[in-house]
């Protein structure tokens, strides 16, 4: 039995979720005539509080095509030096909006309104305008670090005072609701745009749902042709994106639990240095100096034990669907 940890990407769609899929009404999505399509987009701009959504084929979409709705060319974006936007995106911000990027350093890529405040350009012509205002929760790169409401709403305060619209990367929203128990709708209220993925935690194979205001997912529709990514019968994706907004949002429990095991299971181990503090589905570990992330992961490969490297002496494991309690288990007894 392999013990898949690189990414909570991997999980394959259960029986029932297939059921979903395979029983799905379906029409042309680019005619914007695919039911399921359509009540997905509608189920999930209900739950936030939007009007509209948009379904794309992955969160790298839904990120891109809202920067290049809310940015001009030769505007810039304020995010963290750990966004998924500015890291892991092919450098879509240059190449598909050419706006810049304005990076702060925060904690564990999570901002603060003061901190943003210190960077927004004041309107003269030497400057870049700051169009775009980018958080991401929980952060990734950031071991998984959620944001306290309380923290989102000054910079939204921020950002009204300075005209500038807020978006949010919530590739896993839901995980940073479950535990802070907080209700989709309060980040409804908070953010220009989100982009919520549906394959991560949530285990749908392909899938990721950008929301705004019916003038913001017009042009955001525009955009999406525009990048290839107009698609017909989709709605044999997006069942299952509604199969697991109606069943798996509140077992993302179970996988932060077994991450913080996980981490005090590799806290005891003398390769590793350090536990990144584990909030949600995530654990990053260093290794102390001699041993290097490459070399790690290969030997845990040896042992049927899948993680990813995450910078040099950093490896990163991620709880998610089909890690059950006996992976946790077979996990324990590979790794001591
Ligand atoms: C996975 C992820 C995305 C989107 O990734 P895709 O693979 O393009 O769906 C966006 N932001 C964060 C923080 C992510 O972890």
Redesign the pocket.
């Known amino acids: 039995m392999t013990i898949e940890l690189r990414?909570d990407?991997f999980t394959k769609p259960t029986p029932a979720m297939l059921e979903a899929m395979f029983s799905a009404e379906v029409g042309d999505d680019v005619f914007e005539d695919d039911p399921t399509v359509i009540a997905l987009e509608q189920k999930t701009a209900k739950m936030f509080g939007y009007e509209a959504g948009l379904f794309c084929?992955?969160?790298?979409?839904?990120?891109q095509i809202a920067i290049n709705v809310h940015v001009k060319q030769g505007d810039e974006v304020i995010c963290d030096a750990l966004?998924?936007?500015y890291l892991?995106?092919g450098g879509g911000i240059s190449a598909n909006s050419m706006a810049s990027v304005n990076l702060l350093q925060g904690n564990r890529g999570r901002l603060t309104a003061s901190q943003i405040k210190e960077v927004i350009q004041p309107d003269n012509i030497h400057h870049p305008i700051s169009a775009l205002i980018s958080l991401?929760n929980?952060?990734?790169?950031g071991g998984g670090a959620y944001y306290q409401l309380t923290d989102i709403q000054e910079i939204k305060k921020l950002c009204l005072e300075n005209n500038i619209p807020l978006h949010l990367?919530g590739?896993?929203i839901f995980n940073a609701l479950v535990e802070t128990q907080e209700s989709p709708l309060e980040y409804g209220k908070l953010f220009d745009s989100i982009?919520v993925?549906l394959?991560?935690g949530l285990g749908t194979p392909i899938g990721?749902v950008l929301l705004g205001t019916k003038d913001f997912i017009k042009k955001a529709r525009r955009v999406r042709k525009r990048l290839g990514g107009g698609w017909r019968q989709a709605g044999y994706l997006a069942a299952a994106g509604i199969y697991a907004l109606d069943n798996n949002i509140e077992r993302l429990k179970e996988d932060h639990t077994r991450a913080r095991i996980i981490g005090e299971t590799m806290a005891k181990l003398p390769a590793v240095e350090e536990i990144l503090p584990v909030d949600t589905n995530i654990v990053i570990f260093r290794l102390n100096d001699k041993i290097l992330s490459s070399d790690y992961v290969q030997q845990l490969n040896e042992k049927g034990i899948r993680a990813a490297t995450f910078g040099k002496h950093l490896v990163r494991f991620v709880t998610h669907l089909d890690f059950t309690d006996e992976h946790l288990e077979a996990f324990q007894k590979r790794v001591l």
């Open positions: 990414s990407t084929t992955s969160g790298t979409m839904t990120n966004s998924h936007i892991y995106e991401e929980t952060v990734n790169k990367d590739a896993r982009s993925c394959s991560k990721s």
